[in-house]
């Protein structure tokens, strides 16, 4: 009974930190006049790109169920969903830093570090769901982080 409240309490509790953060940043952008055309752009790009990796991510659960590993429906969606957003928020910071910053990122480094991020997850989920063991799954967060940096971080050049 306990795993279910906490369950209800991260899951709505969560969706409801969700929009006030989503409210509170639109209203300070709103203020520094940063809600144009170029914002509507980078973040309908980032939905665009966050629908290629929810749909590998679904190709991996089907492949997962192909070879026996048995996952149940709110296990499926809460992979599902957590890959949407977190791919939709992770590219929308990464062509906001790059349309904002004097030299871009250079994409080499920004795929290294997507696929870095990929890899972790893809490798500790599976990891996870084999073992029945969901504390995998914290392991992933050092190679994300490390991923998430390499991806974010501009190249130094010893000539500036």
Do not use: C
């Amino acid at each position: 009974m306990s795993t279910q409240i906490w369950g209800a309490i991260g899951l709505y509790g969560g969706a409801a930190l969700a929009i006030l953060s989503w409210w509170f940043s639109r209203r300070i952008v709103k203020k520094q006049r940063g809600l144009d055309e170029l914002y509507e752009h980078i973040w309908q790009k980032s939905r665009s790109i966050s629908w290629f990796i929810t749909l590998a991510s679904i190709y991996i659960l089907f492949s997962l169920v192909i070879f026996g590993v048995e996952i149940g429906a709110a296990m499926v969606l809460a992979i599902i969903l957590t890959v949407h957003l977190a791919s939709w928020g992770i590219t929308g910071m990464i062509l906001s830093n790059n349309m904002n910053m004097t030299k871009p990122l250079k994409p080499s480094r920004v795929k290294f570090g997507i696929s870095i991020v990929a890899v972790s997850l893809i490798t500790f989920t599976v990891l996870s769901i084999v073992t029945g063991n969901w504390w995998f799954l914290i392991a992933s967060i050092p190679p994300n982080i490390i991923g998430l940096i390499s991806a974010l971080t501009p190249e130094k050049n010893n000539e500036d």
